[in-house]
């Protein structure tokens, strides 16, 4: 297991999922902020063209969360969406906790 896979993934709170890496990180992220940055091709697509993706964030619930291997996790949307897969890497990425936000200060992502 390479750090930073994830050995527990919860509901934080009736509107964020948090995730617990092996480095023993968590991190926890909003229903809204996981579905607007759904990385899968219709909602990329969506971005290029529209802008950021426009959610109603009070109805929006996660019906379920399917771990894809070792790598990523498949978010099923009560929308009906559930093509998104999350990489872990992406989901790291993601985090907006203070220790992050330093780190990326330090080290901005080189792609
Ligand atoms: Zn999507
Ligand atoms: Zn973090």
Redesign the pocket.
Known sequence: MRSGDPTDIFEASPTDIGVTSSDGHKSVFSFHLLRTC???A??NDLRTKYGPLIINKDSLRVKGLDPVGRYALQILWNDG?Q??IYAWEFLRDLCTCPECVETKKEAPAAH
């Open positions: 759904c990385p899968c219709t909602c969406h093509t998104g």
